[in-house]
């Protein structure tokens, strides 16, 4: 019999491995944690203007959509109120409660689920499935929480947009890229013009094509 998480092989008839059953521990502890904090992201950043030429952008929203999103009732509260919900079925127990603040939802949802991990973890026929979605829901969270620093700038965007106005737009190199896009302008720089960008020389990209 395998882990239905992992399918590491198991000793014992169980729906989970101890790896498996210590990282939902885990992350049923940290969630309700990481749903206070995010009100502290709802609003994003400041706007910035990189390049030389100031770039034409729409009016940010009022509040980052993605925290908001996971903040709301479709989001964390309701993956972990339907995990509850479903555990507490497969054990022939009536529907939870669903009272109070989200906040509070979200701590009594994740605590439900914790006191009956033991059980969850050797006879929940949806053990699996509930360790993969809190871990990706845990991750989400925590991409929220500490987001990825930005891929690194070679330069701008050196594309003339007609009677000399250059794009000017910044230019950043992702992980794996062969070939940077200007997000503004669409013009495409290979490799061999990277240096010319990162010089801040203004010469045509030779091979870029808008």
């Not at 210590?22 to 502890?29: F, S």
């Not at 009594?108 to 006879?123: H, P, T, V, Y």
């Not at 947009?161 to 495409?188: E, F, H, M, W």
Request: glycine letters at 10%; one cysteine or more; a negative charge.
């Amino acid at each position: 019999m395998s882990c239905t998480a992992c399918t590491a092989p198991l000793d014992t008839a169980a729906q989970l491995c101890t790896a498996c059953t210590r990282g939902l521990d885990a992350r049923l502890t940290e969630l309700p944690g990481q749903y206070l904090l995010l009100a502290d992201h709802l609003r994003p950043g400041a706007a910035r203007s990189d390049g030389p030429v100031a770039l034409v952008r729409e009016a940010p929203l009022p509040v980052h959509e993605d925290v908001l999103t996971m903040r709301a009732e479709g989001g964390m509260v309701s993956v972990l109120e339907s995990w509850r919900e479903a555990m507490q079925d497969a054990h022939g127990w009536g529907r939870p409660a669903r009272t109070g603040t989200i906040e509070h939802r979200v701590l009594a949802a994740a605590r439900g689920l914790r006191i009956n991990l033991d059980w969850i973890a050797e006879s929940f026929p949806g053990a699996g499935d509930l360790a993969c979605e809190i871990r990706a829901l845990a991750s989400q969270a925590h991409a929220l929480l500490d987001p990825a620093p930005p891929a690194p700038r070679v330069g701008d965007c050196a594309a003339d947009l007609g009677d000399g106005d250059i794009c000017g737009a910044p230019l950043r190199v992702p992980a794996g890229t062969a070939s940077i896009r200007c997000r503004r302008c669409g013009t495409d720089y290979p490799p061999h013009t990277w240096m010319t960008l990162a010089t801040g020389a203004w010469a045509p990209p030779t091979g870029a094509a808008a």
